[in-house]
T-cell receptor, first 119, second 113 residues
């Protein structure tokens, strides 16, 4: 249970174009989702938190106009990298809070990631 | 400042040998604690988590972790590693009064035959 599906797994785009990455919760409702960026051999950096039906909250230093996040339903959050440039090439991972279990805090589940290459 | 630290960047271990990965945290109150594993080009898989209760936590793939409040640590162990355990391991924490997951820098585990 608590599966998050992320697509695409890999994408190559030309510089200046936009790319959309989808993150879907398959068997639960995800009111809160997170988007991370991971550089090679580095840890995960939280980019933003998206809450269903409201604006995303971006971490300091993350350009909200470049990384557009939409969380229009309880099962889908999208990250759009606008006017992508080679420096945006990275591994992007989404995550969702797992609904509270009877005992309390449910934890988090992660998508399989998207490798973005901008050429 | 609040932080989570994984002191070991890279560990090499022989197949069949034991493995211990260190994780220390610096938070005012005991946070929720997690260990995740990541294979190359993949997302993260939860190995185990600690919220409260028994300080020795059993996880998947034969892993266990022990929470030690006095040392602010949550070290991951496996008695006998398999070649398939070669991966990147991340310790992560969520403060008790927050919801954002913070990751340690990660430890790369290499398993030699």
């Amino acid at each position: 249970g608590a599966v998050v599906s992320q697509h695409p797994s890999r994408v190559i785009c030309k510089s200046g174009t936009s790319v959309k990455i989808e993150c879907r919760s398959l068997d639960f409702q995800a009111t809160t989702m997170f988007w991370y960026r991971q550089f090679p051999k580095k840890s995960l950096m939280l980019m933003a938190t998206s809450n269903e039906g409201s604006k995303a909250t971006y971490e300091q230093g993350v350009e909200k106009d470049k990384f557009l996040i939409n969380h229009a339903s309880l099962t889908l959050s999208t990250l759009t990298v606008t006017s992508a440039h080679p420096e945006d090439s990275s591994f992007y991972i989404c995550s969702a809070r797992v609904p509270k279990l009877a005992a309390g805090f449910g934890g988090y589940t992660f998508g399989s990631g998207t490798r973005l290459t901008v050429v | 400042a609040q932080s989570v630290t994984q002191p070991d960047i890279h560990i090499t271990v022989s197949e069949g040998a034991s493995l211990e990965l260190r994780c220390n945290y610096s938070y005012g109150a005991t946070p929720y604690l997690f260990w995740y594993v990541q294979s190359p080009g993949q997302g993260l898989q939860l190995l185990l988590k600690y919220f409260s209760g028994d300080t020795l936590v059993q996880g998947i793939k034969g892993f266990e972790a022990e929470f030690k409040r006095s040392q602010s640590s949550f070290n991951l162990r496996k008695p006998s590693v398999h070649w398939s355990d070669a991966a990147e391991y991340f310790c992560a924490v969520v403060p008790a009064n927050d919801y954002k997951l913070s990751f340690g820098a990660g430890t790369t585990v290499t398993v030699r035959a």
